[in-house]
């Protein structure tokens, strides 16, 4: 199974920043879509960010806007999340997620998962 590999998670106190990276292995060959979702304990895992690899075109969860930037590195094929403001509802598992033919909005838009990093924000 393909795996995106992310770093960056930890913990930080409310109003701090966190970057998290993602490096998509090449031998995936070409994609369509990158994002960013993350699930909280008992609930459902939701898109928070993503970015159509063509035109760079790119999307926020309302509840991110302003605060968060979703960004790549094509040379280096690797994806960005740029996380400011962190509020502790921020707090969950965050995973990267690659796609085809698809926005990388929804969980059914993905083909490829990372394996999560937790970010944790305390107020």
């Known amino acids: 199974q393909v795996q995106l590999v992310e770093s960056g998670g930890g913990s930080v106190q409310a109003g701090g920043s966190l970057r998290l990276s993602c490096v998509a292995p090449r031998y995936i060959g070409s994609l369509d879509c990158m994002g960013w979702f993350r699930q909280a304990p008992g609930k459902e895992r939701e898109g928070v960010a993503s970015i159509l690899n063509g035109g760079g075109s790119t999307y926020y969860a309302d509840s991110v806007k302003g605060r968060f930037t979703i960004s790549q590195d094509n040379t280096k094929n690797t994806l960005y999340l740029q996380m400011n403001s962190l509020k502790p509802e921020d707090t969950a598992m965050y995973y990267c997620?690659?796609?085809?033919?698809?926005?990388?909005?929804?969980?059914?838009?993905?083909?490829?998962w990372g394996q999560g990093t937790q970010v944790t924000v305390s107020s």
């Open positions: 997620a690659a796609g085809r033919f698809r926005t990388c909005r929804v969980v059914s838009d993905i083909s490829y």
